[in-house]
């Protein structure tokens, strides 16, 4: 699986969108790129993939970049309860590989 | 819907013991994918159960194993328990996949197993 960087950390006013990267220079063609998010305590939860379009869903919207090398998890109404660990995760297989994630903090 | 459900959620084991985890996957999904979760290590797979066979296993020792049953619930089994395997254990379950997508994986709450 290609290795992905992240920011350790991101802050966020509530109401604003939150933009989380990723790099992925390393991605091969048939690698999906996933975005999961973890609340303190609980499991990971998944939020969104894609392989090359840009998708959304009632959760959040996933840019990703012509070249597949980066991409972007947009939380377009950042909550108080969006605080959480996000992990970006690229994989062509059933196993996923955890990095450290970004912790995004959201404040009143 | 009923999530994913592992039990027991907390346990406490001395060294040397072993220790079965059980986990009951969302009604109709077939695939069970354990992860470990430690503070130094952070998420880390374990192995993965697709119609009672292991189809993926991750870099852990022959100490860690599992299992799935029919029903596609699974158990995971850690023997001769050392200090280091104090952690959060996760499974998750998801549908079977078409092939080059993981799909979406759902996660239970975790056992957090702690050794003594």
């Known amino acids: 699986d290609a290795k992905t960087t992240q920011p350790t950390s991101m802050d966020c006013a509530e109401g604003r969108a939150a933009n989380l990267p990723c790099n992925h220079s390393t991605i091969s063609g048939n690698e999906y790129v996933y975005w999961y998010r973890q609340i303190h305590s609980q499991g990971p939860q998944y939020i969104i993939h894609g392989l090359k379009n840009n998708e959304t869903n009632e959760m959040a919207s996933l840019i990703i970049t012509e070249d597949r090398k980066s991409s972007t998890l947009i939380l377009p109404h950042a909550t108080l309860r969006d605080t959480a660990v996000y992990y970006c995760i690229v994989t062509s297989g059933s196993r996923l590989t955890f990095g450290e994630g970004t912790q995004l903090t959201v404040n009143p | 819907k009923a999530g994913v459900t592992q039990t027991p959620r907390y346990l406490i084991k001395t060294r040397g013991q072993q220790v079965t985890l059980s986990c009951s996957p969302i009604?109709?999904?077939?695939?069970v994918s354990w992860y470990q979760q430690t503070p130094g290590q952070g998420l880390q797979f374990l192995f993965e159960?697709?119609?009672?066979?292991?189809?993926n296993k991750g870099n852990f020792p022959g100490r860690f194993s599992g299992r799935q049953f029919s029903n596609s619930r699974s158990e995971m089994n850690v023997s001769t328990l050392e200090l280091g395997d104090s952690a959060l254990y996760l499974c998750?379950?998801?549908?079977?996949?078409?092939?080059?997508?993981?799909?979406?994986?759902?996660f239970g709450e975790g056992s957090r197993l702690t050794v003594l």
């Open positions: 159960y697709f119609s009672e066979t292991q189809r």
């Open positions: 998750a379950s998801s549908l079977p996949t078409s092939g080059s997508s993981t799909g979406e994986l759902f």
């Open positions: 009604s109709g999904h077939r695939s």
